[in-house]
């Protein structure tokens, strides 16, 4: 994860207030289908700057927030500093220094692509209980729509980090199968559960807060910028973009 995260750096900010929440159907999933209770301890690992991380803080009566980059780490602490039930730990998914199988679950929300390696899977089954739960949660976008496509050659253009095998993955249900026990294993798929409408600011600011997106010192980011408001206006309808996302959640006991 370390090539990756200190691409954040200055982005953490943009970061925190423009990216989407998660759907009800996260938590509820956690409480009715694993039947976790306020009492069972989790981490959430690569928790940015906490959106998930107070979900989780809102039920759970202790959550450990494992962040490797120092800015992410200074916005999650800023948005949770009401929430006195979480330990805050500045470490990479690989080497969380957690204690050795003190976990009912582990989670990861919008980030597993950056960690998912043999180190990070040997660290978590290290940190899990025996039947401890490794949770994986993404919002996907709907790569079909006209709005996404537009917007993608926009990032094509000007992004030369952009891939999109990498940054747009279309989540399938046997995308990280491989790393579950076969009887553990579970899907959950939420259709546009989680679907918002974005004003421009937002809009943009979601986009330039992506790792992969050009900076303002680049000579091309005025460019870049009309070019994303162009895509804005094109699809807004009574000043907002219609912003389809989908709730994926991958779980079970590590192989």
């Given at each position: ?48 700057t906490g959106q998930l991380t ?164 680049n000579p091309c980011f005025s ?9 804005f206006e094109e699809f807004s ?19």
């Amino acid at each position: 994860m370390n090539k990756f995260y200190k691409l954040f750096n200055d982005k953490a900010k943009l970061y925190a207030t423009s990216r989407p929440g998660y759907s009800a159907h996260v938590l509820e999933y956690l409480k009715k289908d694993l039947e976790f209770t306020s009492a069972v301890k989790g981490a959430d690992i690569g928790c940015g700057t906490g959106q998930l991380t107070q979900i989780l803080a809102q039920y759970f009566n202790f959550i450990y927030a494992i962040e490797p980059n120092s800015y992410m780490m200074e916005e999650c602490k800023k948005y949770l500093h009401n929430y006195k039930n979480i330990s805050y730990i500045q470490q990479s998914a690989e080497n969380t220094k957690i204690e050795e199988k003190s976990l009912d679950y582990a989670i990861t929300a919008q980030a597993f692509h950056l960690f998912h390696n043999a180190e990070t899977l040997k660290e978590l089954k290290r940190i899990l209980k025996p039947n401890g739960y490794f949770i994986i949660i993404y919002n996907m976008k709907n790569h079909f729509s006209d709005l996404f496509i537009k917007n993608e050659k926009v990032l094509l253009k000007y992004c030369p980090l952009y891939n999109r095998d990498f940054h747009a993955t279309e989540f399938q249900k046997d995308s990280f199968r491989d790393c579950f026990t076969e009887e553990s294993y579970q899907y959950h798929y939420f259709q546009n559960d989680n679907t918002e409408y974005l004003d421009s600011e937002t809009f943009i600011n979601r986009t330039l807060s992506a790792s992969y997106a050009i900076q303002k010192d680049n000579p091309c980011f005025s460019d870049f910028t009309d070019e994303l408001y162009s895509v804005f206006e094109e699809f807004s309808v009574n000043h907002k973009v219609k912003m389809e996302l989908s709730t994926v959640i991958y779980s079970g006991h590590l192989r």
